[in-house]
């Protein structure tokens, strides 16, 4: 009997398929998901599974025998090829599946280098599933040479990597610094220094020419003219979300495919949640790529399938583990006009972003406490003003007590 068709086994999709079962619906639910594995968290695959401190285990979002338990059909290994919206089915596998409520959880897909600069070479990976990072786990091998292609989160994270097993590791960004697009300079220049000190070799302000080899990555010539020796690459210059399956169903696409602040399509009996899914966001629209906002996003998703009618409020959150360092980061900085910094113990700072006086965003580096204060103060629609926030002498605990109510402004987006 047709129910809850849920394309795609990520964070988001199982997040939906758990919510509607916890929810009491008795319905069918079958999540269908590309990969082999069942569903699993994607933050430690640049970190402690790359390093081997993690199996694969220990990334399943539930026990193998949640999904029987819950009578959540999980079917691995599918890719669904198609959506026929009159009929009301999917193709995948050559098998049709009816639905009363589509749901499209797909996720993003890792950018790859043109075939023009070697992106075809082997040798040559992307960091976005358990496949990708078993691929590439025996190339770190002390002493061989890495290029990371990308200056943000992930190619951060693969260059911590490959620095702590002893390997040369080269990172280009053709921005004029690291995490340019995501992050404040002050933020830039703490992880700068920090990959500096652990022997990573940073260039900024510099392109990928091209990667050369026969049929095997075997150097790269940069935009200045360098030429590098390479042993194997990484790219991590973004994500794209996955939505050729909304669009040859005529779903309307904007960043994402286009849902309504239930989640819902332009077909009313078509979802979308996570990463391929763009929402209204005060006053404007946003797609974001998290694992907070997967998980809560596709929850909301599944309340309003079975008719609660929840508007989805993104709540956004976001963290990195790089050597000893964790940063935290809760809000959004788009548009930020000020930044201030305030120094903690031990090295420990965080980085507060405001568009005149009010908060948008802190990142938290060792500094769990006011990634706390800032998480609470964005959630509740609060501000701390910047003069209270780099004073020593308010300790960080009783910031929260200066926290006032500040109209938020129309986002810029």
């Not at 009491?24 to 430690?44: D, F, K, W």
């Not at 548009?335 to 903690?344: F, K, L, P």
């Amino acid at each position: 009997m047709p129910g809850i068709l849920i394309i795609g086994a990520g964070q988001a999709g199982a997040s939906l398929a758990a919510e509607a079962r916890r929810l009491g619906y008795l319905g069918s639910i079958t999540l269908i998901g590309e990969e082999p594995v069942a569903p699993y968290q994607r933050p430690p695959l640049s970190k402690g599974y790359l390093l081997g401190e993690m199996d694969l285990e220990r990334l399943f979002l539930r026990a193998p025998s949640f999904w029987r338990d819950h009578d959540i059909n999980l079917m691995l290994s599918r890719c669904v090829t198609a959506i026929d919206r009159a009929a009301s089915t999917v193709c995948a596998g050559g098998d049709i599946f009816h639905y009363e409520h589509l749901a499209i959880a797909t996720g993003a897909s890792a950018r790859h280098l043109p075939e023009a600069k070697g992106g075809l070479l082997n040798g040559v990976y992307t960091v976005r599933n358990v496949a990708d990072v078993d691929a590439m786990a025996a190339e770190f091998r002390p002493g061989r040479n890495l290029l990371i292609v990308g200056g943000g989160y992930i190619g951060l994270e693969a260059a911590a990597v490959g620095a702590k097993l002893g390997l040369n590791v080269t990172l280009i960004e053709m921005a004029p610094r690291i995490l340019q697009r995501v992050a404040a300079s002050e933020t830039s220049n703490f992880f700068r220094e920090l990959h500096l000190s652990n022997g990573v070799d940073i260039r900024e302000n510099i392109g990928l020419d091209r990667l050369v080899g026969t049929d095997r990555v075997s150097g790269a010539v940069l935009s200045d003219g360098t030429e590098l020796a390479v042993n194997f690459a990484i790219v991590g210059i973004g994500v794209m979300p996955r939505t050729r399956l909304a669009q040859d169903a005529d779903l309307v696409i904007e960043n994402g495919i286009r849902t309504d602040a239930e989640g819902r399509t332009s077909d009313q009996n078509i979802w979308a949640a996570g990463e391929c899914a763009s929402f209204p966001h005060e006053g404007g629209r946003i797609r974001l790529e998290s694992v907070g906002h997967a998980i809560d996003h596709g929850e909301v998703v599944a309340r309003n399938i079975l008719g609660v009618s929840q508007a989805y409020e993104a709540k956004p959150w976001f963290w990195s583990d790089q050597y000893d360092v964790k940063l935290q980061i809760a809000g959004l900085n788009a548009g930020y006009d000020q930044v201030v910094e305030r120094r903690g113990e031990d090295g420990s700072r965080s980085i507060w972003y405001y568009r005149g006086e009010q908060l948008l965003a802190v990142d938290a580096i060792n500094d769990p406490r006011a990634y706390m204060i800032g998480k609470r103060v964005l959630e509740s629609r609060q501000t701390i003003a910047p003069d209270c926030v780099v004073d020593a002498s308010i300790d960080v605990k009783t910031l929260l007590s200066r926290a006032v109510a500040v109209s938020r402004p129309s986002a810029i987006l």
